[in-house]
Each structure stands twice: as C-alpha cells, then as structure tokens.
C-alpha cells in the first residue's frame, strides 16, 4: 500500500505539472485528438498533452514498456485512472489502434510486428481504421469477399468495404481478406496496409446527423508486403473475433457517459438551466430528477460491472460472450442518455442551424442521432443478443 500511495503522489504531481489547463474542460468534438501522419490540432495544447502522456507510455498505461506502454499493473492502472478523473483531465488520445488493434498485435502478432506499430500507436503516429463490413457481408462477417492472392512476394489485394470509419482520414487499415475461396471461416486472413497504397480510394458517406465519419473503401490491385499478415494465412478469423470484443467493449464505454451533456456543463446543471430549479436549488421537476439519478445510477452500476468483468478476465475467468452483454447494454444505455437530453432541452433539441440555437445544444442534436448507429456498429443488437442467447444463456437455436 506504502509503494501504490507513493505512486499516486508522483503521478498527481505529474499531473498537475504537465496537463494543461485546457485540456481539463469539456472537448469539442473538432479537437479529438485522433493523431496521424496528418493530424490538425486546433488547440495546441492538445498536442503538448499527447506527447506528454506518450513519453510515460500512459496513453496504453498496461502495455509493455517494450512496446512504448507504460508497463503499468492493475492496481497502478485504476490510480492513473483516478488521478486523470479527479483533474478531469481530457484523453489524451483517441485511437483505433489503442482500443482494438493493439490488444491483438499483443496477443496475435510476431515480434517484428509488434515492435513495428506498437510504438507508433502509443505515441499517436499513425491512425487505424478497420476493414471488417462489407456490402454483402455485415452481420454475416464471415461471409466477406475481398480477395487476397498471393502473387509471390506480395499479396494483391481486391475488394470493398462498407462504413469504414474514418478511412478517408486513416494512415493505416486492419483488414478481413479472403485467402482461400473454398472455405468461409477457413479462408480468412488478417492483414495489416498503408492507406496510401496505389489501389487504394475511400469515399464518406454523408449521414443523417450531416456528418460523415463512414467511409466507402475500394481496393483495385493493392500490393501488400507479406510480412504484414498477423498470424497465419486463413487463420485471421480468430484474430478478428478476438478483436471484435475489444471493439464491442469500447462501444460499450460510451454508456459509461452517465450525466454528461458536452458543453451544457453535465445532465445536472443542463437541467437546472432549462428547467430552472426549485426552492432548494434541486432541478424544478421532479419527474426529471428522477429520470437524471436513474440514468447515473444506472451508468454507475454499468461501471463496477464493467470493473468486476475486467478483472474476473485477468483471472481466467471471464467469458468472452460478456462483450456482447455489455456492448448491448452500453448500446441501450448511450441512447437513452441523449433520449434524456433532448427532454431537458426541450424545442431547443429542435434546432438543427440558425441563430435561435447555441452551438452546444445543435451538438447533443446531432449526437442524438449518431447514437442510433450504436446499435448496429460493432455487432447489431440483434446479433448480440443471438450471442448472449446461445453462448450465455445456452438456449437452443
């Protein structure tokens, strides 16, 4: 205990001493720190706070040192976490790489891989996006067509892919291929490539909310060097199960938003804006009050479960079926948090441009919407709850 209390003094004090002010208030969605061969960064300081947090390896606090991690134990790991909470300190990155591939390339890749990419994700050199989804091929993954042929000393890659996130912003893509025709599990092969390849085109797809973080993804005669398969050929369905659940665990995550609200400043004080407040500075309406300390009950409960799963995992005992559980839930839970928020908006949820509305209200609008696609990303509900069905509750099919 001696040694974990040291280590939260050290880390508190490196912390005050090196985030910066800004980056310990609520984020605007255009400074996301997604890093990148070509990342903008329209607050500086978002920058000083990645390369900050990269040089201790705190962006991927428990992975390896070796590997540019910060080599951090369980119990180190929640301190950070406490520590970054208490300053409300900002993320410093947000990555594909750090949430789902990473853990794979732990676990799947060879050495000269991991020292290839891990580094650079941990220091946010380079951004992931992820070939998966297919036109003819979503919830049925497996059933994927983007053929890889081996041409000798490369692989020629041909295909498409559907709602690749941010793939026209991406360096790099993680990708399903086919390798072998013959067989549907059997013939699928993991394999990493720069986006900037000759073949290469991503198109956006504009969405309801009017933005477009999905992506069309062509592939036309994509040369591939071969030291860049994980694992080995037709084996890439292990792989990519593996990392779906990572995937599902970070959509789940966006349920743990529990009273958030952006820039209105939290679910509480949005309240007491709109609704005003009563006699003893609660939220005026009881009915809201309510509904606001269910959905923090809720989000909190979602929490210590999440925290109770991790570490029931780290002792073997965890179920790999339980990501669809919490990808559901998370699911369900991010969406009726913007439910909630549209309420305590009223007709200012109504906006979608024009003076009458302020930026932060036109936000949780479109947040709103976006949250509808949780449903289907990473594993539709229904699929989810297919698994938890079969896998958990060993129901017949």
């Known amino acids: ?78 301190i950070l976490q406490q520590e970054l909470g208490r300053i409300k300190a900002r993320p410093a990155l947000t990555s594909f790489g750090i949430w789902m591939l990473g853990p794979a ?15 650079k994700i941990v220091r946010g050199e380079i951004r992931w996006c992820q070939g998966y989804s297919e036109p003819g091929a979503g919830s049925d993954l497996a059933g994927l067509q983007t053929k890889c042929e081996d041409k000798g000393d490369h692989y020629l890659v041909n295909g498409q892919k559907i709602w690749t996130s941010y793939a026209d ?20 092969s993991f394999l990493l490539f720069d986006m900037a390849s000759e073949g290469v085109e991503a198109r956006p797809i504009t969405m309801i909310s009017g933005a477009s973080p999905f992506c069309e993804t062509f592939f036309t005669d994509v040369k591939v060097p ?29 349920g743990l938003g529990g009273g958030s609200a952006g820039g209105l ?49 780290k002792a073997g005992q965890g179920s790999g079926a339980a990501s669809s559980i919490f990808k559901y839930y998370g699911t369900e839970l991010n969406k009726r948090r913007y439910e909630l928020l549209l309420d305590v908006l009223g007709t ?13 209200e036109l936000d949780v609008t479109r947040s709103w919407l976006r949250s509808k696609g949780n449903s289907i990303e990473g594993g539709t509900s229904e699929v989810q709850l297919n698994v938890v069905a079969k896998r958990v509750l060993g129901l017949p099919d």
């Not at 390339?105 to 580094?119: D, G, I, S, V, W």
């Not at 912003?169 to 699928?188: E, M, N, P, Q, Y």
Request: aromatic fraction near 8%; hydrophobic fraction near 35%.
């Open 1 to 78: 205990m001696d040694a974990l209390e040291t280590f939260r003094q050290e880390t508190r004090e490196w912390l005050e001493a090196n985030c910066p002010p800004s980056m310990r208030t609520p984020m605007p969605e255009e400074e996301s720190p997604w890093g990148g061969r070509n990342a903008q960064w329209p607050n500086p300081d978002s920058k000083k706070w990645l390369d900050a947090m990269a040089s201790r390896g705190w962006t991927a606090p428990t992975w390896p040192m070796i590997y540019g991690g910060g080599g951090l134990n369980k119990d180190e790991a929640r």
């Open 105 to 119: 390339l732990l676990e799947y890749a060879n050495e000269e891989q991991k020292l290839e990419h891990l580094p």
């Open 169 to 188: 912003k991406a360096d790099w893509i993680f990708c399903l291929v086919r390798t072998d025709t013959s067989k549907k599990h059997d013939g699928i």
């Open 226 to 254: 071969k030291e860049n398969l994980v694992g080995e050929l037709n084996k890439g369905w292990t792989i990519a199960k593996r990392l779906l659940q990572h995937e599902r665990d970070m959509i789940s995550g966006m």
């Open 265 to 313: 400043g939290g679910l509480e004080k949005a309240a007491k804006d709109y609704y005003g407040t009563d006699g003893e500075g609660r939220v005026a309406s009881p009915a809201l009050r309510e509904r606001i300390a269910q959905q923090k009950m809720d989000g909190r409960a979602f929490s210590l479960t999440l925290a109770r799963s991790m570490q029931e995992a």
């Open 348 to 360: 200012q949820a109504l906006g979608w441009e024009g003076d009458g509305f302020k930026q932060d």
